[in-house]
């Protein structure tokens, strides 16, 4: 995305299938980097957005039933509270059985289609470890400005600054909003509608340029 002022935002894959990101022609991150930056906080919100899941009862998945399912959220002990295994991660046969143990009552799993095979958004989690919205929003600061120390609310009003807020620094113009809107639009609307989604637009006064279907709800 080449603006008519401000950073170029550029994707790219890797050999894996990894998606990554380049904001201003800086250093690449893994582009879920970006999506935590603007909201999608957790594995399992990232994953919410392009999967679709549903529940299954550990009880019925004696056997292989559970293998090679993959978590579409966090297994967390109800009695302690602890993470037994994070979202995205594929179940072997001792992680079933590891299920069973702990008496874990149901998981949510991940409806992955063999006929589209999209996994770049599961390996792209692979290659990112942060866990927060604010861990993100200072790597891409530390990236950027190449600054070790950062003040508080520092990096996350540069990150506004710089894609969002300001005209002065990032301007898409008139024609280059409306291309946007045209190819996006689309899929931003299948976004929304998917399940507990949440995203609210990161910046004010963008209503304006968006299509009647979307204003009321989010930005692109």
Same mark, same amino acid.
């Given at each position: 995305m080449i603006p008519y002022r401000g950073a170029w935002v550029e994707f790219e894959y890797d050999l894996n299938n990894a998606l990554f990101v380049r904001l201003d022609k800086h250093k690449k991150l893994p582009a879920t980097v970006l999506l935590r930056a603007i909201g999608l906080e957790a594995d399992e919100d990232i994953l919410r957005v392009f999967y679709d899941s549903e529940t299954l009862k550990v009880e019925d998945g004696k056997g292989d039933a559970l293998v090679g399912r993959v978590l579409a959220e966090d297994v967390v002990l109800k009695q302690t509270g602890e993470v037994l295994f994070e %979202? +995205? $991660?594929e179940l072997t046969r001792e992680n079933a059985a590891q299920l069973h143990a702990k008496k874990v009552p149901e998981? /949510? %799993?991940l409806i992955l289609d063999p006929a589209v095979n999209d996994v770049t958004i599961r390996n792209t989690l692979a290659k990112d +470890? =942060? /866990?927060s919205r604010k861990d993100a929003i200072n790597m891409i600061y $530390?990236? =950027?400005r190449a600054q070790e120390f950062i003040a508080a609310d520092q990096a996350e009003t540069y990150l506004d600054t710089l894609l969002f807020k300001s005209i002065r620094k990032y301007d898409l113009t008139r024609v280059g909003r409306y291309k946007i809107n045209k190819k996006l639009a689309p899929l931003a609307e299948w976004i929304t509608q998917r399940p507990d989604f949440n995203l609210k @637009?990161?910046?004010t006064g963008s209503e304006r340029w968006l299509p009647k279907t979307l204003s %009321? $709800? @989010?930005s692109i």
């Open positions: %979202a +995205n $991660r998981i /949510k %799993a +470890n =942060l /866990k $530390r990236v =950027l @637009s990161p910046t %009321a $709800r @989010s």
